[in-house]
């Protein structure tokens, strides 16, 4: 029943943007954040964004992605602007359960940056 979907992903030009979606379901999510990962390289931190609001974002996003949530649907965003090939990665939506602080991992979804 736990369940964190991801959507969204795409093949865009650099440049472009692209809105990520991820749907919390069979808990209740605390704090949610995305990580990316590209091939060869390690799962990193993109932005997480707390119960209360309160968001952080890595020093290669800033200025171009906003996290944002809206709770009465138990979902977490991610707006993408100013793409660069170096974006390229699989996004990953990640969660904490209110419930009994359970660690939650969706399944990814691939976002492709072209020149």
């Known amino acids: 029943q736990v369940q964190l979907v991801e959507s969204g992903g795409d093949l865009v030009q650099a440049g472009g943007s692209l809105r990520l979606s991820c749907a919390a379901s069979g808990f209740s999510p605390g704090a949610m954040g995305w990580y990316r990962q590209a091939p060869g390289e390690q799962r990193e931190l993109v932005a997480i964004?707390?119960?209360?609001?309160?968001?952080v974002y890595a020093d290669s996003v800033k200025g171009r992605f906003t996290i944002s949530r809206d709770n009465a649907k138990n979902a977490v965003y991610l707006q993408m602007n100013s793409l660069k090939l170096e974006d390229t990665a699989v996004y990953y939506c990640?969660?904490?359960?209110?419930?009994?602080?359970?660690?939650?991992w969706g399944q990814g979804t691939q976002v492709t940056v072209s020149s």
């Open positions: 964004i707390t119960s209360g609001g309160t968001a």
């Open positions: 990640n969660a904490r359960s209110r419930w009994n602080a359970g660690l939650y």
